[in-house]
Structure formats: structure tokens, C-alpha cells
């Protein structure tokens, strides 16, 4: 399994927000630009939230099976790579999302008189922070389910892979 690049995360960020921010200005030319809903940021965070407890969960299993301690339960490695493909799933969405949310409210941004598109900038700064809390919490879990290296390939006198 590949690991999560933060260049692609930031691309996927910047091509999403670029692209909604031009679809707002349009949008907002021709017609009302649909609100943000209250519920975008309050998801974003609720992802977070289970992906760090469950990274925090593994940690601890990992920490307590490494130092051998009586009663400690192990890991299901099937029960781990299915959570480090919903972390890796979660980024790119949240990715997708901050940056939609980010060109959105920057058009917001210019229609702050408004009391409505006030509190809907707001919604749009929280989505994004909300968004990179998302993908902060699946690159913690993802860091935290990475198997150990192989060092065997480093050392000089040691035999090549057949």
C-alpha cells in the first residue's frame, strides 16, 4: 500500500479551491450562490475525531504488544489496513472538500455586509480547518499502522535479496 503524499493532498486542495472559486464568482454573477450548510464543518470534525481515536487506540495495542505485557490484545492486521485505507480515503476527500469550501468562502469573503454570507464565510473557514484537521488525524494514523524497514539491505556484509 502507498502512502498518502502531501503534494497530491495539496494539489487535489489547491485544483478544487481554484475551480470553486471560479464556479462562486460565476455562480454569484448569474444567480444566488448556495449557502454552506453548518453541518460541513461539524462532519469534517467528527472524521477527525474517529480517525484519531482510532490512531490512538492501534498506538497504544501496538505499544502494549511491543513491551510484551501480559493481557495485551494484539492487532488484526486486516482490522489495520482497512483503517489506514479509510484514513487515506478520508485525506483526499477532506482534501477535495476544504478546497471546494476554501474557493467558496474566499467569494464569501467579498460579500461580508451581508449578515447571511457572514456566518456562511465563517462555515467555509471552519470547513477548512475541519478539513485539515482530517487529514492531520489520517496521516497520524497512517504513521502510526507503517511497519518497521527492513534494515537487512543496509549493511554491507549482508547477502542481496534473491
Not at 479551491?17 to 449557502?35: C, D, F, K, M, Y
Not at 449578515?115 to 456562511?120: E, H, K, L
Request: net charge positive; with cysteine; aromatic share 4%.
Amino acid at each position: 500500500m502507498r502512502e498518502l503524499r502531501i503534494r497530491v493532498l495539496a494539489g487535489v486542495f489547491v485544483v478544487a479551491g481554484v475551480l470553486s472559486w471560479a464556479a462562486a464568482r460565476l455562480w454569484n454573477a448569474v444567480g444566488t450562490l448556495p449557502s454552506v450548510p453548518l453541518a460541513a464543518p461539524v462532519v469534517l470534525a467528527l472524521i477527525a475525531a474517529v480517525l484519531l481515536a482510532t490512531a490512538l487506540s492501534l498506538r497504544a495495542r501496538l505499544k502494549a504488544q511491543r513491551e510484551r505485557r501480559p493481557g495485551a490484545k494484539g492487532v488484526d492486521l486486516l482490522m489495520a489496513a482497512r483503517a489506514v485505507v479509510f484514513g487515506q480515503a478520508s485525506a483526499l476527500v477532506a482534501a477535495l472538500v476544504a478546497g471546494v469550501y476554501g474557493g467558496t468562502g474566499i467569494v464569501l469573503l467579498t460579500l461580508l455586509d451581508i449578515p447571511a454570507r457572514r456566518d456562511q464565510a465563517v462555515y467555509a473557514g471552519f470547513s477548512v480547518v475541519a478539513g485539515i484537521a482530517v487529514i492531520a488525524a489520517a496521516l497520524f494514523l497512517e504513521r502510526v499502522c507503517r511497519l518497521p524497514e527492513d534494515d537487512d539491505h543496509d549493511h554491507p556484509g549482508a547477502e542481496p535479496a534473491a
